[in-house]
C-alpha cells in the first residue's frame, strides 16, 4: 500500500497524461476548497501563468461552470472574455474546454478539467474522449482518497490508544477514564483528538497537567 500513489502525486500524472491525451497548450485540475473552486494542478507548454488561470476559475466558478461539460471554441467572440482584466498571456487563448469528473472526492464536489489552446475549436473533436478520461480519473482519485484516509484513520485510531496506554500507566487509571480525560482536552481546546494523543505520545504524560475536571474523572 505504501509504495501507491498518494492523491497529489496522482494528481500530476493525471494532469501529464491529460496533456498526451487531449493535444493542448495547458491543463489545470480544479477541486473545491473552502473558499471556492481552486486549481490545484496546472500544467503549460509555455510558462504557466497561476494567477491567470484562477482568474478565469473564478469567472467559470461564479456562473456554475464547474458542474458539467463546457467548451468555447472561439474566446474572441466571447463578451465575457474580453472584458476580465487578463494579463497578456491569457490574451492568446483562443478556446478551452471544462469537464467535471462526476465523481465525488472527500472535497464533496467533483474534480474539473480545464484544457486550452491558442487556435479557435482546438477541442471540437474532444469532448466525448475528454468526458471518458475525467470520468475515469475521477475515480482513480476517489479511490486513491478514500484509501489514504482510512489508513489516516487507522493510524489515528492506533495512536489513541498508545496514548490512552501511557495515561493508564502514567496515572493509575482505567482505559475509559484514560479516553475520557482525552476527549475534554480535546473538546475543551478545541484541538483534534489525534493531535492531543500525538503530545501524550511525544511527552508521556497529559501536559499541561490534568485540569480539576480531568482529575475528578479519575475518583
Not at 468555447?72 to 474580453?82: A, E, N
Request: aromatic share 6%.
Amino acid at each position: 500500500m505504501h509504495n501507491q500513489p498518494d492523491v497529489g502525486t496522482l494528481l500530476s500524472a493525471i494532469a501529464d497524461y491529460g496533456m498526451t491525451i487531449i493535444p493542448a497548450d495547458g491543463i489545470a485540475i480544479i477541486k473545491r476548497t473552502a473558499g471556492g473552486f481552486q486549481p490545484v494542478v496546472i500544467r503549460e507548454v509555455y510558462e504557466p501563468d497561476i494567477v491567470g488561470v484562477e482568474q478565469v476559475v473564478e469567472l467559470v466558478a461564479a456562473e456554475g461552470g464547474f458542474q458539467h461539460v463546457h467548451r468555447v471554441d472561439d474566446l474572441s467572440q466571447d463578451r465575457r472574455w474580453g472584458k476580465l482584466p487578463l494579463p497578456g498571456s491569457l490574451r492568446t487563448w483562443r478556446s478551452f474546454l471544462m469537464v467535471a469528473s462526476e465523481r465525488q472526492t472527500q472535497t464533496n464536489a467533483p474534480v474539473t478539467f480545464v484544457w486550452w489552446s491558442r487556435r479557435t475549436s482546438a477541442f471540437a473533436d474532444q469532448t466525448d474522449i475528454a468526458v471518458l478520461f475525467a470520468r475515469a480519473a475521477g475515480l482513480a482519485i476517489h479511490i486513491v482518497d478514500t484509501r489514504d484516509n482510512l489508513v489516516q484513520a487507522v493510524l489515528a485510531r492506533h495512536r489513541a490508544g498508545v496514548a490512552q496506554g501511557i495515561l493508564m500507566s502514567r496515572l493509575g487509571c482505567s482505559r475509559d477514564q484514560a479516553i475520557a480525560m482525552l476527549k475534554h482536552r480535546s473538546q475543551c481546546t478545541n484541538r483534534k483528538l489525534r493531535i492531543i494523543a500525538d503530545e501524550v505520545i511525544q511527552i508521556g504524560d497529559l501536559k499541561p497537567a490534568p485540569t480539576k475536571v480531568e482529575r475528578d474523572r479519575l475518583r
